[in-house]
């Protein structure tokens, strides 16, 4: 079915001349909408590509007004698949959206009974079309495990899964990607030892995440040498038995400290390696590869985001790797920013508000790297707020994995509370976005809280 679905839009690509793709400005957004660009170069179509940060009406008038043949949007516009009939369009996304949107042009996977929060990204949906519009298409699935990876969709098993595991399948037989159990932990090629561990938050690690003499003294403590010459040396550095070592006492750390064995079976998992890439280099490890990416177009460098993705390896990288280092001085900021101005705690949801003090465009991120900090309680969702400057606000929620089983699902209560206060919001039940007027937060919060609270109360 889904498959189907894929080839029918691979046809009104193929039947296209000219095509315009509108993409979401994350890893997963930048690498779906490469997937569709070089899809449709190597077709021989007319291409062009633009950024946006969600479809709102205006950017819908301004693309109504553009007149394209056909618009492809990757990563984004389920929710308008019903509506716009003036856009001739495909869409390709994975964000919630009800059965009244199964359109013929709209491939997402909870049309099809799957979970788009971790059974496959925006960049997997694309790929499947790409690949049904050309077999030789499959070196791309490299780009949707990148994408995968940023949406942080091999965290509810510690590696991909769902659909995300076929895609695997294809990048390891062509070579492409391959998968490898490893530590978990960010930064595995390019950050020395101390300071994966230092800013390791998923799981934190009691005592030592946030602490970066902690984190030197562990590893002096267990023989660890973290320089080679002039050089800090990396994950990748250590040999086979010094690895064990590290993860044994990580472990026993966190047994220590009252942890059970499910927080100590997340320290190590799946990783993905980029065959073609090199080792050492932010492209190499797909987590790093997608943080890479987050560093671009969330700050608006559409064009860095997008050719590191076609393969650019020189200048244009050259610029993402400074665009980085900005990118994770600002997270750790954010975070302190966020800290600083205090969590507020109700009932049934906890929130910060950052005004102007954390972009807009990387406030999730801050709220999703919060809620796994030692600070705060994960028992509730936690809501962060960023104003956009334009008389609106953003809000970003995230809550954890025992939350959704639970019954809680995000996307539908941000939804329904942007929508009462005009704003508007959406994305998964872990995960979910919203914009609202400026001034409306309290409104907001108080429709979000019992929304959260009838769905976990009813369950
Ligand atoms: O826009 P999009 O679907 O691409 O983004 C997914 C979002 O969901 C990301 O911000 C990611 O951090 C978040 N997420 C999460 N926990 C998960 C899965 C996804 O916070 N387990
Ligand atoms: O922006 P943030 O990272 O908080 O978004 C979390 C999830 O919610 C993402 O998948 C994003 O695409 C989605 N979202 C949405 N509609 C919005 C804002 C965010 O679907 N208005
Ligand atoms: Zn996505």
């Avoid at 998968?179 to 934190?204: M, N, W």
């Amino acid at each position: 079915m889904l498959q189907k679905r894929a080839r029918e839009i691979g046809d009104i690509i193929k039947n296209s001349r000219e095509v315009h793709i509108v993409t979401h400005i994350d890893a997963d957004g930048i690498t779906a909408g490469c997937i569709a660009y070089q899809t449709l170069q190597k077709l021989g179509k007319e291409c062009s590509i633009e950024f946006v940060k969600q479809l709102d009406e205006s950017v819908l008038t301004r693309l109504k007004d553009e007149n394209y043949e056909l618009v492809w949007f990757t990563d984004l516009g389920s929710n308008i698949s019903t509506g716009y009939p003036e856009i001739n369009k495909v869409i390709t996304d994975h964000h919630t959206c009800s059965i009244e949107s199964n359109q013929r042009f709209h491939l997402n996977p909870h049309l099809f009974n799957l979970d788009g929060g971790f059974e496959i990204s925006g960049a997997g949906v694309t790929y499947l079309v790409s690949k049904t519009i050309d077999k030789k298409n499959m070196d791309l699935s490299q780009l949707a495990v990148v994408g995968a990876c940023g949406d942080l969709q091999d965290r509810k098993y510690n590696k991909l899964s769902g659909l995300n595991r076929n895609i695997l399948d294809d990048g390891e037989s062509v070579g492409v990607v391959k998968a490898k159990i490893d530590i978990r932990y960010f930064g595995r090629e390019t950050r020395p030892v101390y300071k994966l561990l230092q800013y390791a938050s998923d799981p934190v690690i009691p005592g030592l995440s946030g602490r970066e003499s902690a984190c030197i003294s562990f590893l002096q403590e267990h023989g660890i040498k973290m320089k080679d010459g002039d050089n800090w040396r990396c994950w990748v550095d250590l040999s086979k038995a010094e690895r064990r070592v590290v993860i044994s006492n990580i472990a026993r750390v966190f047994l220590s400290k009252g942890f059970g064995y499910k927080t100590v079976k997340r320290i190590i998992g799946e990783i993905y390696l980029l065959e073609q890439e090199e080792e050492g280099t932010e492209v190499h490890d797909a987590k790093e590869y997608a943080t890479l990416l987050n560093s671009t177009a969330r700050y608006g460098k559409y064009e860095v985001g997008l050719r590191v993705c076609m393969g650019d390896r020189g200048e244009w990288f050259k610029k993402a790797r400074n665009l980085l280092s900005g990118h994770r001085a600002n997270l750790v900021e954010g975070l302190q920013f966020a800290k600083e101005e205090g969590i507020e705690r109700r009932e049934y949801l906890q929130f910060f508000h950052a005004g102007s003090g954390i972009r807009d465009t990387v406030v999730g991120i801050v709220t999703n790297m919060l809620l796994n900090s030692e600070e705060i309680n994960g028992d509730i969702p936690l809501v962060g707020f960023a104003d956009k400057g334009n008389g609106e606000v953003k809000a970003s929620a995230r809550a954890t994995e025992e939350l959704v089983q639970q019954g809680l699902n995000l996307s539908s209560a941000m939804k329904k509370a942007a929508s009462v206060v005009d704003g508007i919001g959406g994305g998964h039940s872990i995960a979910a976005g919203a914009t609202i007027p400026k001034g409306k937060e309290e409104e907001f919060l108080a429709i979000l809280e019992q929304e959260i609270k009838n769905q976990l109360v009813s369950i």
